[in-house]
Structure formats: structure tokens, C-alpha cells
DNA sequence: CCGATTATGCGATCTTGTTCGCGTTGCCCC
DNA sequence: GGGGCAACGCGAACAAGATCGCATAATCGG
């Protein structure tokens, strides 16, 4: 349904892959470059966090000026996208490993959530900042994020409808929305935890407290 | 429950308010100066965006150097979340004229929405950059605004407990968790409609739409 | 009136993400 | 093997938010 995020180190830089010439000593060496810049960046975002990472600092550690990282990545939070991309990806393959599509619907959400949770609470950051990079809507790394979140959304949306065929759900329910809904309702849990607010364990409770509460309702049962 | 925000022009400067001297030609001057930084700050938030406004731009309409702002308020973004508690004030206030308290619960809950979205409308900006600062865990206007939202929420909370005491909502709900729920989702359709993947409009009918399943809820009557 | 205190303002400066122009280098094609 | 073309890297420079030290002025205690 989305298109899969290109984590094979094919470029992902600003210029086009150059398909004419497909591959080339230069490229080599901009491949091993890319390389280490993400493992420098990687490495101190977990040091510094990604505010106190600057990237003069990270050109340092890839041995390299600051402004050629630009060769390789458009903006500062284009690196931790990336990291975000895999992350994800990693949440998800993690949850189908061991995920139960006969279970109770509800029961494989929450499991969905806390496997997702074991991943991002290991770098604290990458959902605080994927969240800003929304807040900037003219750039394109803003559009990569909502997309690697529709993609999230999407899983979500999958795991109801499989819910949905075994009538495990209100008839009515539109999937997507409810999707939609469970993932805001997280980031949303999150959120007061990277600000600390609650803590992990809290947020944890927090985004099982709100997921019971979607699947259960606020209204009363059968009136209006 | 909250403290309300402090909307009077009370120096809510860096210094305390020096309750020892209470009153003083500078402070008098200073709050002037204060007014007409706030002024030219919501002028130009609205003429350019807030991203498109600079503080030397503001400074300059202020009559004084960038620098100076500095004196009345402790970040940029400070400035817009003045904003954003007005805005939010006259929100309420709005609500409350109309409120009809025997109403349906939902049908209050989704008029709340409706109306804080007919001011949020006019400044687009708003919600995005409050979000963003949230993102700004060490930064002081990123609690001022989430005390903001805890605030919204508690409204929400009133709402919902009003609904309580008529059985209006089902037995076991905690209100606190589902006014955070409807708060965040209502949340994320602003972020999308901010990001130009929904229009106004289709924001409001996402809401809407995400009321409605959070009083449903997701799961299938009665079962599980 | 005097010194101390303090709010305000200013310009220089710092910081950091980002852009720009230039030079270098490896590769292809003739 | 020479010209052309990109990819790459670099240092200078820019933009804008923020900080700093100094200057000014208003007030108060004495």
C-alpha cells in the first residue's frame, strides 16, 4: 500500500541514483562516506542526543567537513530519519515474529505498542524529533515522516481488519480511522514521557489504559 | 485544578516581578515595550508564518534591536504560545456562552472541537509550533505548553464527567485518559491538515470522525 | 544630592544549520 | 591521452536565534 522506505544503501542523496552510470569508484567511495556519517551520527546522537549533536561535530568523527555531509543528506534530521525508518522496521519485523493473528484483536495491538516501545526506548529522542520534523511542513524530511507514520498506521489498520473479518469489531468501525486514533493516542503518551512527565513504565500503562478505552468506548453501552 | 495562565500584563519576564519595588517608571515603560513586541509579534506571525518572522523583523516594528526582546520574553517561540493561551481562553469562553450542559456528552465534546477550530483556523501556525515546542524537552515554553494542553484537557475532563454523573458514559471510563485521548487525536488531524494532507474542512470532519468511534469504541458490542 | 540598585536597551558576538563557489579526482568517450 | 562530466570535499560565508558586557536611566535609602 505505501512505498517501502529504501533502507539498501543505494543513494538516498540529493541527486538522482544516476542510473546511466550504475556504478563507479566515486560512488564507492560516497557509499563508504554515507557510512560513516551515519555511524558517527548514530553514535552521538546516543552520546549528545540529537540536539546536542551538532553536525560539525559529526563531519569530525566521518572525517570530514561539516558541509560535505550536505553531499550526502539534506538536513540534520534526515539522519535521524533514517535511524526512525529502521527502527520501525525492525518494530515491525519483531512483532510478526511472534504475532498470533488469531489472537484477540485488542490483545495484538497492545503487543504491537509494547514491542514498538522496547525499540524506541533505547533512543528516546527519535520519537520527540520525527515529531518536530512535522512541525516543519515545507520540508521534505516532514513528508517522509508522515509517510513512515501512515505506514505504521497501515500495520495498525491491518491487525483491525483482520479483527474485523473475524467480527471482533464494532461493525461500523472505520479501520483507518481507528488506526489513526490508536497512533495519535500513542505518540500522544509518548510525548509526556520524553518531556518527563511519566515515566517509561508510566507511558507504557498509559498508551495500555488508552488502547482499552478505544477498543471498549467512552459512550454507554447501546445508548446513543 | 490548573494554574491559570497569567494573561495579565504582569511583567512574565526572566526577573521576578520585584514585588519589593511594586511599581516604577521603567516597569511602566518596560510594559509597554512588552505590548508593542507582542503586538508586532502577532502581526507578523500572521503576515509571514512563524517560521517567516524574524526577531530583528519583529524588534524593527517593536522600534528596538533584536536583542532587546530578550528582556521581556525568553524565546521566540514564548511569543506564540502568549498567543496560543489567548486563543485558547477565548476558546472557552466561546464554548461556555453556548454550552448546554443537559446536551448530549458527544455532541459537547464535538462542539468544544468545532468551536476551538474556528479561532485555530485563522492561525494555522499555531498548533504546529505549540507541538513543536513540545519537542524542546529542556526548553521552558515546552512545560508552559503542555500545561497549556493539560489545561484543554481538563476541560475535555469536565465535559466528560458532566456525562458521568448523568450515565451518559460508560461505567468504568476514566476520564482523565479519554479526555488525553480525544485531546491527541484531535491532535494529529491538526498536524495532517497543517502538512496539507487534509484541508480544513476534512480536518473537521476527521475529528468528528474520531469523536464519533472514541464514544463507540472499536471493539464489537458487548463482546471481550 | 549621592551612591546603590535595577529595569531597559544596544551592538557585538557566538552558535549552528545551511548554502556557495571552487578545486580535486576518478571515470567515460573520442 | 585529453576533454568533459559528475561526485566529492573543503573553507568561507550566511541566517537567525540567542548571549554578553556595557551604557542609560529611573528609583530609593540616607
Redo the contacts with the bound molecule.
Sequence with gaps: MFALPQTTPQ?P?P?RP?VL?PD????E???R?RERIREAARALFRERGFDG????AI?ARAG?????I???VR??EELLVQELAELQEEAWNRFRLHDDREAPTRARVRRFFQTQHDLLAEVPDLTVIALRATTYPHARVARRVLALNERTIGLLAEILQGGRVRRDLGGDVDVLVAARALFHVASGARLSWANGLVTEVGCRSDIDASVDLLFRGIGADETR
Tied chains: 1, 2.
Design positions: 543513494p542523496s541527486g544516476s552510470r563507479d569508484g566515486r560512488l567511495r560516497g557509499r562516506s549533536t551538532t553536525l560539525r563531519g570530514m567537513g561539516a558541509s560535505s550536505y553531499r550526502h538536513s540534520k
